[in-house]
C-alpha cells in the first residue's frame, strides 16, 4: 500500500482564497480593512525569511502589514513598550512577535502583553490556558497545530475515538496540537525523549503528529498500517547532488512511512503552508470581531 499525499500546499491555497474573499467581503461592507503587525527584534536570518514571507502572504489576500523592527539589544521595556503600542492602534488587528527572541529577554512576558484580542498567533497564556480547559475556547488558535487538525479532517481521519501520538512536546507545537486532539475527543499520547520504547508507542497511533526536530527520526516500521501521518518537522540535512548543497526532510522517514501510512503530508509542502494561511486567517477573524 502507497499512502495518499495530504497536499498541504492545496489545502492553504483554498483557506487563503477565503481569506481574501473574507477581506474583500469586510470591507465592501464598511468594515475595516485587517491589519497585521510583526514585530522582529534582532537579526536571526531564518526569523527575517518568514517574516518576509507573512508580509507578502497578508498583501496577497489583502491584508495590511505594519512591520516594526528592533535590534538584539533591545530591552524588555522596549519590547513591551512597543506592543502595548499596537494594542492601542485601532489598524492594527493581529499582533505577530516573531519567535524566538534573543537571549536575555522574557518570551512569556512579552506574549502575555500582546492583547488576548489580538493575539492571531494563540500563544499568549490565556489562550493556551483556554486550550487546555474542558469547555472553554481560546480566543486563537496556534496556527501549525490548527494547520494539522485541518490536514487530518481533510484527508477524512476519523480523529473522535482515535489513538493519537504527538511526537514532541514543546509549546509551539506539540502540546498545543494534543490539546487539540484531546478537544476532538482522540486518545492523545504526548511523547519525548525520555518516553520508553518510543517505536512502540507509535505503533499504537491511528494518527501520528510528529514534531521532534530530528530528521527522519520516525522510522517506516514506527507507523502503524493505515495510519495518518502528519509531519511538522522541517529539517536541512546534507545533499551534495543538490544545488545548494542541502534539502529539507522531516521529522519522519517519508520512503518508509508512505509504504504503510494511509495517508501522510511531504516536506516540504506539508504543514508548513497552512501556518501562514491559518495566521491570515486568524488576522481577518480579529478584524470582524473589531466591529461585532
Known amino acids: 500500500m502507497t499512502a495518499r499525499i495530504i497536499d498541504g500546499k492545496a489545502i492553504a491555497q483554498e483557506l487563503r482564497d477565503s481569506v481574501a474573499r473574507g477581506v474583500e467581503e469586510l470591507v465592501e461592507a464598511g468594515g475595516p480593512r ?4 510583526t514585530v522582529l527584534v534582532g537579526e536571526d536570518p531564518a526569523s527575517h525569511t518568514y517574516v ?3 508580509r507578502k502572504a497578508s498583501a496577497e489576500v489583502g491584508i495590511e502589514s505594519f512591520h516594526h523592527e528592533l535590534p538584539a539589544d533591545a530591552s524588555q521595556e522596549e519590547v513591551e513598550g512597543l506592543v502595548k503600542k499596537l494594542n492601542d492602534d ?3 488587528h ?4 516573531q519567535l524566538p527572541l534573543p537571549a536575555g529577554l522574557d518570551e512569556e512576558a512579552v506574549l502575555r502583553a500582546i492583547s488576548i484580542d489580538k493575539d492571531v498567533d494563540g500563544f499568549h497564556p490565556v489562550n493556551i490556558g483556554r486550550l487546555a480547559q474542558k469547555g472553554r475556547e481560546p480566543q486563537f488558535v496556534p496556527c501549525t497545530p490548527a494547520g494539522c487538525m485541518i490536514l487530518l479532517e481533510k484527508a477524512g481521519a476519523q480523529i473522535e475515538g482515535a489513538n493519537a501520538v504527538v511526537v514532541g512536546r514543546s ?5 498545543p496540537a494534543a490539546l487539540l486532539l484531546v478537544k476532538a475527543n482522540a486518545t492523545t499520547t504526548i511523547c519525548h525523549s525520555r518516553t520508553q520504547d518510543l517505536p512502540g508507542v507509535c505503533r499504537e497511533a491511528d494518527i501520528l503528529i510528529a514534531a521532534i526536530g530530528r530528521p527522519e527520526m520516525i522510522k517506516g516500521d514506527w507507523i502503524k498500517p493505515g495510519a495518518y501521518v502528519i509531519d511538522v518537522g522541517v529539517n536541512r540535512v546534507e545533499d551534495p547532488d543538490s ?3 542541502y534539502k529539507l526532510v522531516g521529522d519522519v522517514a517519508f520512503d518508509e512511512a508512505k509504504e504503510v501510512a494511509e495517508a501522510i503530508t511531504p516536506v516540504p509542502g506539508g504543514v508548513g503552508p497552512m501556518t501562514i494561511a491559518g495566521l491570515l486567517n486568524n488576522t481577518l477573524t480579529a ?3 473589531s466591529v461585532d
Not at 485587517?34 to 503587525?37: N, Y
Open 34 to 37: 485587517p491589519g497585521l503587525a
Open 52 to 54: 518576509r514571507m507573512k
Open 90 to 92: 485601532p489598524k492594527v
Open 94 to 97: 493581529g499582533i505577530l512577535v
Open 171 to 175: 509549546n509551539i507545537v506539540g502540546m
Open 243 to 245: 544545488k545548494k548543497g
Open 287 to 289: 478584524a470582524k470581531r
